[in-house]
């Protein structure tokens, strides 16, 4: 089994970014041009593939789409199919973590108890 690694980048990016509410990410909206090259572990100087695709962000929602082939000697006919949709998750802030912590340790405190 050959050792493939990934560069990814993004390029052109457009749109108003991210945007937060009380230090949590509410919203995105961008839109960019994902790159994406395929390596061998022990060729990592010359890409089997290059492929670019689209990437788009809107709400708290992003998508991916990168399709293409190439390859060189045994490697040809390399495929790279990286389609991907989600949602991001908001984290709390550490400050709203700190927060509950004592509400956290009451419910532990009133556990043991039983």
Do not use: C, K, W
């Not at 990286?82 to 908001?90: I, K, L, Q, Y």
């Amino acid at each position: 089994n050959a050792q493939f690694f990934y560069q990814i980048s993004i390029d052109n990016l457009s749109g108003t970014g991210l945007s937060f509410e009380d230090g949590d990410l509410v919203s995105m909206d961008l839109s960019g041009d994902v790159t994406v090259s395929l390596f061998l572990a022990f060729n990592n100087a010359t890409p089997l593939v290059t492929t670019a695709g689209t990437f788009t962000a809107s709400g708290l929602d992003y998508a991916f789409d990168v399709t293409g082939s190439g390859g060189f000697g045994p490697f040809s006919g390399t495929n790279i199919l990286m389609n991907r949709a989600g949602t991001a998750s908001v984290i709390p802030a550490p400050a709203s973590l700190m927060a509950l912590a004592p509400a956290g340790a009451a419910a532990l405190g009133r556990r043991r108890r039983h």
